[in-house]
């Protein structure tokens, strides 16, 4: 079994800041591509950022320029660094990760539980 784990979310003014984390455990043999994707009530959920295994990177309009995503293969965790936050970033943040694990040959996709941010104005 595989877990992914969220930290960092919390309530920050516009124009602040925040870094999300997510640890990923378990039974892990390797792990592809990971992301993070946000989601509002009644919403389906978007793509945020992602980040390939080799460190290639791709960001939604709406964020390129103040998000960055970062990962440390180590450590098995994704990092989403937010800088000059709005009101509209205002979401529950999910982590992804593509996930081999050691009893598997075929990768599938892990979410993790979500964690709030959210943005006043």
């Known amino acids: 079994q595989v877990q992914l784990v969220e930290s960092g979310g919390g309530l920050v003014q516009a124009g602040g800041s925040l870094r999300l984390s997510c640890a990923a455990s378990?039974?892990?043999?390797?792990?592809?591509?990971m992301g993070w994707y946000r989601q509002t009530p009644g919403k389906q959920r978007d793509l945020v950022a992602t980040?390939?295994?080799?460190?290639?990177?791709d960001y939604a309009d709406s964020v390129k320029g103040r998000f960055t995503i970062s990962r440390d293969n180590a450590k098995n965790t994704v990092y989403l660094q937010m800088n000059s936050l709005k009101p509209e970033d205002t979401a529950v943040y999910y982590c992804?990760?593509?996930?081999?694990?050691?009893?598997?040959?075929?990768?599938?996709?892990?979410w993790g539980q979500g964690t709030q941010v959210t943005v006043s104005s």
């Open positions: 992804n990760a593509g996930v081999r694990t050691v009893y598997s040959i075929v990768a599938r996709d892990y």
């Open positions: 378990g039974s892990i043999g390797s792990i592809s591509a």
């Open positions: 980040i390939t295994s080799s460190g290639s990177t």
